[in-house]
């Protein structure tokens, strides 16, 4: 029987012997698919990827452009991603002049086996398709890596109703889809576009990637790197959005989509939101990695006229989020809405963020009602606010009133790494106004279990029916 030890040496002999160029990961039955990158895409010069033997193009995304470049913020300058398709046990060879000794792989739950073999050479098996940032020197110059599953069901060039583009740099600049459309990015694309998608049963998929990186702030030509209005049954999977130059992913008006693997490398300019729902209703995110300068995911109940302009039924899962400047979820600002309700923030990593974690401040009299997190794993770095919970009146609303907060659930949230204040904060605006019904189950910050007598915890005036569990 092999002793922690010996397993522990067992798994470094083993991806010494695959890294040593001997084959292990195809005598395991493991498969790699990866796509060349195109002619005149800079990549980048930090790090050398291998997957099962076969070369990985490793590309870049840059960081605070102008006018926010040299200013108070620094979040580590570029940093690179590459992504390969795979299936079974595959191993990876990570070569780099950086210094690779101290590397951390996040998050933690991403069960990628890592082993230093010298200074400049990592070797990392996995078990099944997975994303998680390689950080030499924390957030200083990352690569973000994405073993994705084999792909299905591709759609050919010339097919009925299919906009297609191959492998090279592609500049439309717009891209329009109506009802029974997809829009196909192959692997070994970069598409400088934005796209605008309105009717039902539309597709956004594919292994290439969606690159909003050469407008300015705020000066795309659609004014999302996709937007998705008056939709319903809509579909965006597999691809990789770089450069967002304001909001990113935006349903509005919109029923019935999902978001699913899908990498978001942004972090250029501020007001890149991750995803935005508004005023939409039954929305999956899924199995997603959202690294942004502003919100990873903010709910909004923007101006709209129709039947039901409320957020509701939307689920965010299985994904990893990184929020450089602001906050990983927002929640009620800019909604006008009557309700945001029936939201399940469920099986999350957030690797890094700066703002308040959770941000619920609602105004306008809307009620935020039933929302739920759980089964949330943070990385913390010393953070002031982790929770934050207060109707209230800011600069975006028109109706200067607070909205209210009924029916809020943490369940199996943890942070672990620095010490930090991480205040979880409750508070009412007025009598009417308030917060009510809010469960704290399983919570944790550094070890130690929230109770109504943690100093982290401050419950202000018109806040009832707050609860702790063990």
Not at 112 to 130: E, I, Q, W, Y
Not at 341 to 364: Q, S
Not at 431 to 456: A, C, F, W, Y
Request: with cysteine; charged share 25%; hydrophobic share 35%.
């Amino acid at each position: 029987m092999k002793t922690m030890g010996s397993t522990r040496l067992w798994i470094v002999l083993v991806l010494a012997t695959v890294i040593c160029g001997q084959g292990w990961a195809a005598k395991g039955g493991g498969k790699v698919v990866t796509y060349a990158a195109p002619a005149g895409e800079t990549l980048s010069m930090d790090y050398k990827v291998e997957a099962g033997g076969q070369k990985v193009d490793v590309y870049t995304a840059r960081v605070l452009d102008p006018p926010f470049a040299g200013k108070q913020y620094n979040y580590g300058g570029p940093y690179s991603f590459a992504n390969f398709d795979m299936r079974g046990a595959v191993t990876v060879r990570i070569t780099s002049e950086r210094l690779l000794r101290n590397t951390v792989i996040r998050p933690e739950s991403a069960t990628v086996r890592m082993v230093v073999v010298d200074d400049h050479t990592l070797g990392l098996m996995l078990d099944r398709p997975c994303k998680f940032s390689v950080e030499p020197d924390g957030k200083k110059g990352p690569l973000l890596l994405f073993a994705n599953p084999l792909e299905t069901d591709a759609p050919k060039q010339g097919d009925a109703n299919v906009v297609y583009f191959g492998p090279g740099v592609h500049k439309p600049e717009k891209i329009a889809l109506e009802s029974n459309q997809t829009l196909y990015l192959a692997g070994g694309a970069v598409v400088k576009a934005e796209v605008l998608a309105t009717g039902s049963n539309i597709k956004i998929r594919g292994r290439g990637i969606l690159d909003g990186s050469d407008w300015e702030w705020r000066k795309g030509p659609i004014g999302n790197l996709i937007a998705i209005r008056n939709c319903t049954d809509i579909e965006v999977r597999d691809i990789t959005l770089r450069g967002s130059s304001h909001w990113t992913i935006v349903p509005r008006n919109s029923r019935n989509v999902t978001i699913r693997n899908v990498k978001l490398c942004n972090s250029r300019v501020q007001n890149d939101d991750g995803i935005n729902p508004c005023n939409s209703q039954d929305v999956l995110i899924t199995d997603c990695f959202i690294r942004s300068d502003d919100d990873c995911v903010a709910l909004k109940g923007l101006d709209f006229t129709g039947a039901n302009s409320n957020v509701e039924r939307i689920t965010v899962e299985n994904s990893t989020l990184w929020c450089d400047r602001a906050r990983i979820f927002l929640l009620g600002h800019e909604s006008r809405a009557a309700y945001m309700r029936n939201v399940t923030l469920r099986n999350l990593d957030i690797i890094h963020f700066t703002m308040t974690a959770f941000l619920y401040e609602p105004g306008e009299d809307m009620r935020l009602e039933d929302i739920t997190a759980e089964d949330i794993r943070i990385n913390g770095e010393g953070q002031r606010e982790f929770i934050r919970l207060r109707p209230t009146v800011n600069q975006y609303m028109r109706k200067k009133v607070p909205g209210f907060i009924k029916g809020i659930r943490f369940k199996n949230v943890t942070i672990e790494g620095k010490t930090g204040e991480y205040l979880v904060q409750i508070q009412g605006a007025d009598p009417e106004h308030d917060v009510q019904d809010v469960t704290l189950e399983n919570v944790s910050i550094l070890g130690e279990k929230l109770t109504r007598e943690s100093n982290r915890v401050k419950i202000g005036e018109n806040a009832k029916d707050i609860r702790f569990v063990p």
